[in-house]
């Protein structure tokens, strides 16, 4: 099975940050990965899909890239409403979710 | 629109089997795939399985010797079956569509496992 490893697990920004989340497959997933957002209480949102395809009605300060094993999520401009934990998942072999990280306001 | 609830009990005895229903509107299950994603008090998310469009069905492979998967089209309803439940399996269960990425999820039930 492939293992996901998303870093850091947690991240304190302060409001206009441009933060960075790391994803790390096992193996190569051909850019088979999205990005997921949860907030407190509420069932994940689609950010982001084949890597790099922003969802319809989703923010353009969020953006993703990566190949073969190293995926990245950024928000170009930290805004309190991203308070969220975010979560990888790939599908290139099976399905796997990372750990998520947990972001914060500093 | 586009819709997904999850209903089922809230509270399961140990080694009992839980038996959820994803009751979905807006979109016919047989174009779309449904997966079950859990998440313990707490943790992450967990894809649990799913049933695709043709009706064949996919397993985490940790959870495949307990979990099944069925649907009923003609009630545009998905349906999760496992047994020997313990108290680890105590978890928010969510059931989402896939089409090309889980763009629709349900508001997840709790299920609480125990004596």
């Known amino acids: 099975d492939i293992q996901m490893t998303q870093s850091p697990s947690l991240l304190s920004a302060s409001v206009g940050d441009r933060v960075t989340l790391n994803c790390k497959a096992s193996?190569?997933?051909?850019?088979?990965l999205e990005w997921y957002q949860q907030k407190l209480g509420e069932a994940p949102k689609l950010l982001i899909y084949y890597t790099n395809n922003l969802q319809t009605g989703i923010s353009s300060r969020f953006s993703g890239s990566g190949s073969g094993t190293d995926y990245t999520l950024t928000i170009s401009s930290l805004q309190p409403e991203d308070v969220a934990t975010y979560y990888c998942y790939q599908y290139n072999s099976g399905h796997t979710f990372g750990a998520g990280t947990k972001l914060e306001l500093k | 629109q586009v819709q997904l609830k999850e209903s089922g009990p809230g509270l399961v005895q140990p080694s009992q089997t839980l038996s959820l229903t994803c009751t979905v509107s807006?979109?016919?299950?047989?174009?779309?795939?449904v997966s079950w994603v859990r998440q313990p008090p707490g943790k992450g998310l967990e894809w649990m399985g799913a049933i695709w469009s043709g009706g064949s069905t996919d397993y985490n492979s940790a959870l495949k010797s307990r979990l099944s998967i069925s649907r009923d089209t003609s009630k545009s309803q998905v349906f999760l079956k496992m047994n020997s439940l313990q108290t680890e399996d105590t978890a928010i269960y969510f059931c989402?569509?896939?089409?090309?990425?889980?763009?629709?999820w349900g508001q997840g039930v709790m299920v609480t496992v125990s004596s």
């Open positions: 193996q190569n997933i051909n850019k088979n």
């Open positions: 807006g979109f016919s299950l047989t174009s779309n795939s």
């Open positions: 989402t569509r896939r089409r090309y990425s889980f763009d629709y």
